[in-house]
């Protein structure tokens, strides 16, 4: 185990705000992404019918 | 393969998918929206099992680098969104190809469905890649080779995107994006010797980033993890969005028909 | 089949010259462009020296590119093009012939101005003629790739803002190995290498161009 606290893991060695920038927007990416996906099938599914 | 897929479905007659070995059964556009409905759900689940083993092993299990400290904790996210990037542009390019020469419309959809989401990779290394030289070489960006390239890469994801967004006619959109991903690719490798010949002129500004020292083995195996994570989710979004692309294109009343009794509940 | 391609090459350059207003902005714009630079960095003439190749090279790229528009624009406006696909000829050598006499109208006035605005820039009379033999193997690569842009969005709304975006990306090395060269040159490092390199990037690009913009062309008339 690497950490002894809560508050150690969060620090990162005091680059706390570099990894979990990184993180946080690979995971806000990949949610606006999902959430895309998913609005633009329901746009899809919605749509009387498609173009031959 | 052609004989099976070309022609225009016209909307409200959809077309049996035809008799014959498997895969060319699901070459139709029509007959694959199903699979990839029920497909989609396991790839992400893959996809959070593989980032949850990857994550604990890359900030528990793994050590602190002796050199970088913690925030070398990065490139557990960093080095697979940047091989994904590369890797999914050369996938679509495959698909565009393949859409291009058997006139397979489903190939020509699985390109376009690639793009979206080998941009957000691409973007995501750029993004991880810059949060991590700030701490450590103390500088956002560097001109480096690498680094250039991967941004050219973005630059020819959100060439092909707008080429496709600009044309209405669906199958000039297919085989026009296929065009340009097949000059893209064939000048990818052009591009990234060119930067590393024009890098290696420009050495003053430029910081070695090849000079890796050398990893430990539980280091390699979160990042391993964490790449086939994002090659699952990959997969996932693909297939997610190519069925939005095949309702959009061939109506949702003739994936719905087609489908008939295989479909279960709804999922998403 | 020769006289076919002599017939479309001269027809093209007839008709750059009944629209020669075209060319001329074209031109005016290289010349615009290059000439912002002193008066947004200062007239210190190190400092011009410095960046003449790539200022130069940037604005001859950004020109050329603005030029692509004319290129199958026209000819699809009053149906040439369609004629083209339907010729017995094979279409890549047609469009090849239509891309030389572009490059005419476009490339070689680039190059035959540049002379004159690297003495703007204070560059030395050996450094003008490597950045003029660097301009004159380059802006036909240019042509030659820019045509695939140009032929992929024939007939769209948005072609003007689509093609550079499509182009520039693709462009990358050209403008690389011309401002390296040089670069070199003005650093006495000699721009051997960086010639050939330029060299063969147009004969790629010679080789490879056509064919791929006869394909767009079959699929944006289709």
Known sequence: MNWGSAGDFLAMGGHGLYVWGSYAVSAAAVLVEVLGLRARLRRAAAQPGGQP | MASSDSGNHAPGAPRRAAAGPLWLRYAAPVAFAPLARRMTPWFFAAAAVLAVAGLYIGFFVAPTDAQQGEVYRVIFIHVPAAWMSMFIYLVMAFWAAVGLAFNTRLSAMMASALAPTGAMFTFLALWTGALWGKPTWGTWWVWDARLTSELILLFLYVGFIALQAAIDDPRRADRAGAVLAIVGVVNVPIIYFSVRWWNTLHQGASVSLTAAPKMAATMLTGMLVMTLACWMYAIGAALWRVRAIIAEREGDAAVEEQSGTERGGRTT | ?222
């Open chain 3, 1 to 222: 089949m020769w006289r076919a391609l002599k017939g479309i090459f001269a027809r093209d350059l007839a008709l750059a010259w009944r629209q020669r207003a075209d060319v001329l902005s074209s031109l005016v714009f290289f010349v615009m462009v290059v000439s912002l630079f002193p008066l947004g960095l200062g007239p210190e003439p190190a400092t011009l020296r410095a960046i003449a190749p790539g200022v130069l090279w940037v604005a001859a790229l950004l020109s050329s590119t603005l030029a692509l528009g004319r290129l199958f624009a026209g000819d699809h406006a009053d149906g040439t093009l369609e004629q083209m696909l339907l010729a017995p000829q094979p279409l890549a050598f047609l469009v090849l012939s239509k891309i030389a006499a572009h490059w005419v109208a476009a490339g070689l006035p680039l190059t035959a101005m540049a002379p004159l605005l690297g003495l703007q820039f204070d560059m030395a009379p050996a450094d003008i003629a490597v950045l003029t033999a660097t301009l004159a193997l380059g802006t036909p690569a240019l042509s030659l790739i820019g045509a695939i842009g140009a032929a992929l969005t024939v007939g769209l709304r948005g072609a003007a803002v689509l093609v550079p975006l499509l182009v520039l990306p693709l462009a990358i090395p050209v403008l690389i190995f011309g401002a390296g060269a040089v670069d070199a040159a003005e650093a006495g490092r000699g721009a051997g290498a960086h010639l050939s390199l330029l060299g063969g990037l147009l004969a790629f690009a010679l080789a490879g161009a056509p064919l791929a913009c006869a394909a767009a062309l079959r699929i944006s008339l289709d």
